[in-house]
C-alpha cells in the first residue's frame, strides 16, 4: 500500500476518533458515572434503613430480656413462696 495512502488516511482517522469521542463515548461515560452515584446514594439509604431497623429491633430485644428477667425473678420468688407453705 502507497505510504501517501496510509498518512492520509490516518490524518482522516484522527479527526474521526476525536468527534466519536466527543459525541459518543464521553457521554456515555457520564451516564455510567450519574449511574453510579445513583446506585451509591441508593446503597447509603438501604444501609441507614438497616440500622434504624437494627436499632428497633436491639430495642426491642432489651424490652422482652428485662421481661423476661423480671418474670423470672417473680417466679423464683413465688416458687420459694409455695415451697414454704408446703413445708
Request: charged content about 30%; glycine content about 4%.
Amino acid at each position: 500500500m502507497n505510504p501517501g495512502i496510509l498518512i492520509a488516511f490516518a490524518a482522516l482517522s484522527i479527526p474521526i476518533v476525536a468527534i466519536v469521542s466527543a459525541t459518543i463515548i464521553r457521554p456515555w461515560l457520564k451516564l455510567k458515572e450519574r449511574q453510579m452515584e445513583l446506585e451509591a446514594q441508593m446503597t447509603a439509604e438501604k444501609a441507614a434503613q438497616y440500622a434504624g431497623h437494627t436499632e428497633r429491633l436491639e430495642q426491642r430485644m432489651r424490652v422482652l430480656e428485662r421481661i423476661v428477667t423480671d418474670k423470672g425473678l417473680d417466679l423464683s420468688n413465688e416458687i420459694e413462696r409455695l415451697r414454704d407453705k408446703v413445708n
